[in-house]
């Protein structure tokens, strides 16, 4: 029974410890983000965690680009992001290639594929 309890215990802890991280890896998204000529704003929000807003640029500027909660897959991150050209979703992985830039790819249900980077303002 012991040892039940011990092994119960690690996945337990296992499983906190890497929740944490991804909930640290996906706040690594909140700030101010340029792609072309779009400034993204990321901010912390209930409904899906990360919230990304156009703040600037030549179309779409108010959408939020999140429409489904992130999900960790293992250092990525996966989940419907809408394009701020086009405001079509894409299902898209997003990757953090290092501190200030996300490289997202990703590809709507009619497999209209796209991919860019982000690079941090602020």
Same mark, same amino acid.
């Given at each position: 029974? &012991?040892?039940?309890?011990?092994?119960?215990?690690? +996945?337990?802890? *296992?499983?906190? *410890?890497?929740?944490?991280?991804?909930?640290?890896?996906?706040?690594?998204? $909140?700030?101010? @983000? !340029? @792609?072309?000529?779009?400034? $993204?704003? *990321?901010?912390?929000?209930? &409904?899906?965690? /990360?919230?990304?807003? *156009?703040?600037?640029?030549? &179309?779409? /500027?108010?959408?939020?680009?999140?429409?489904?909660? +992130? $999900?960790?897959?293992?250092?990525?991150? /996966?989940?419907? /992001?809408?394009?701020? !050209?086009?405001?079509?979703?894409?299902?898209?992985? +997003?990757?953090?290639?290092?501190?200030?830039? @996300? !490289?997202?790819?990703?590809?709507?249900?009619?497999? $209209?594929?796209?991919?860019?980077?982000?690079?941090?303002?602020?």
């Amino acid at each position: 029974m &012991k040892k039940i309890t011990i092994i119960c215990f690690a +996945l337990v802890t *296992v499983g906190f *410890v890497n929740s944490a991280s991804a909930a640290e890896g996906i706040m690594a998204m $909140v700030g101010k @983000w !340029q @792609w072309d000529k779009f400034t $993204v704003v *990321v901010t912390k929000c209930k &409904k899906t965690e /990360v919230c990304a807003k *156009v703040t600037a640029g030549p &179309k779409n /500027v108010g959408m939020e680009m999140i429409r489904s909660k +992130l $999900v960790a897959k293992g250092k990525n991150f /996966v989940g419907k /992001v809408a394009h701020p !050209q086009t405001g079509d979703t894409y299902n898209t992985k +997003l990757s953090l290639t290092n501190k200030n830039t @996300w !490289q997202l790819n990703g590809c709507t249900d009619a497999n $209209v594929c796209a991919s860019g980077e982000f690079k941090r303002i602020k």
